[in-house]
């Protein structure tokens, strides 16, 4: 602000022989249509009919800048295309994602669309995980660091960060990223008000209550926990929160264009990071509505459903909204990678013994049927397809014993027991009956059944049973059943 006046004590106009120049920050709120909002701006803020409740100040580094506003005012507005062009760059010059989900390119498109992502969070019901995984060494806090630089209001959270400050940019809807995720899933080394609140918020209206305490007593605040989270650990994620989320596995990098250079140095980024956050803001301010339609279509158009869509649903109304500005087929290469993933879960993620079962169940059904019937092929008006199928319970769990020896992964046979198959197979809403003859308890279940809680969990019906299985929804080609690369299993005595 520049003055070039004062009044004395008398109350006399004064005119100063040099300008007086202070400066000082000012709330102003920006209109979509770039109408400025508050004191000495074009309108005054109390004609928005808002309670502007903002107590925390913005980093400068995370703030609009002022050129930026003035020339949203005067008509500018950036390219949603352009942009994503430069976030993309951003990360291609930071990180290496060989051997990841996909390739280069496809790993490199997918981060920049969850980094925009972040900066349109309102538009949003749910809000995604994302969990860089691997060795020491492989570029996990890099890649958080990068997102964090470009994300909204992006933040990595060390564990000795006070859960003060955490509640504050938690209700604000920042980015968070907490770097050595396995400090925070132990409880006994977790104030367990702050592993509450980082495990919490995936849903629009989440909310944490706190008690806080005011001068004459206690107060309840109510605190907003609804944002984008990131976590990197060596560790993979309990399987409640791998629901949420998207693991990024990571190797260690032999290209020293990336591995020598720091994210944290302002002169390594191939653009300018401040005008990259300014053309982000406004873009968020020009777009926020079309994303919530971009949505809408994602939900209608993904063939993922429930929790297997929800870590991918804001990722993917980006992509559409992209690709509706100019990105040629980005929406097609998300679409793809996001069911590809699917089957990348047992690889990535912490065993899921509900997942087992599934899969334990398909491959006795298979074959079972085929022993029944002499062939792989099964359709809606096939005989069998909705025939019911007695399993005894000891039967399923040494075949989910098997799946897990066959399949390497990261689980204790000893853990496997009869009683929690039976107790999942009860949660799975199955029918428990005695078989006849011998009055064993065991569970009824049909190849529709079985299609069905595949397609909930993300699995391929035709690889679980290795039958072809064709119905209205969905045509599958046999693949390699689960003992196809092994002729002398433990998969091949169970029957």
Known sequence: MTEDETVNRKGEVIRLERPRITREQRLFIVRDDGVIFGEGAARPAEELGLE??????????????????????N????????????????????????????????????????TMATWFLPAFTVAGFLWPNGDRGCGKTQLLSVITQMAYLGRVVLGGGSFAALRDLADYGATLAFDDAENFSDPRKTDPDKRALLLAGNRRGNTVALKERIVDGWQTRYVNTFSFRLFSATQMPDPILASRTIVVPLIRSIDRNRTNISSEDPDAWPHDRQKLIDDLWLLALAHMPKLKECEAAINASSTLAGRNLEPWRALLAVAN????????????????????????RPNVEAADLTGLVIQAVGFLLGRIRQNEFGTSEVSETSEGYTKRYHLLTATITQAVQ?????????????HITSSKVGRI???????????????????????KELIRW?????????????????????ALTSQHALTSHKQNTPLEGIL
């Open 52 to 73: 502007l409740v903002l107590p925390e100040k913005l980093e400068a580094g995370q703030r609009l800048s002022i050129p930026a506003v003035k020339a949203y005012r």
């Open 75 to 114: 008509g500018y507005r950036p390219d949603p295309a352009e942009v994503f062009g430069r976030v993309c760059e951003c990360v291609d010059h930071f990180i290496d994602f060989d051997r990841s989900l996909a390739d280069q390119r496809t790993m490199v498109e997918m981060i920049a669309c969850y």
């Open 321 to 344: 909204w992209l690709a509706i500005n100019g990105v040629d087929r980005l929406l097609h290469r998300m679409m793809a990678l996001s069911v590809a993933y699917q089957q990348e």
């Open 402 to 414: 098997a799946v897990a020896q066959v399949q390497e992964i990261d689980i204790h046979l000893d």
């Open 425 to 447: 197979l009860a949660k799975m809403r199955l029918t428990k009956e005695r078989q006849k003859g011998t009055g064993k308890y065991g569970w009824s279940i049909s190849i």
């Open 454 to 474: 595949a397609e909930r969990y993300g699995l391929n019906p035709a690889k679980i049973t290795g039958l072809n299985i064709v119905t209205q929804d969905i």
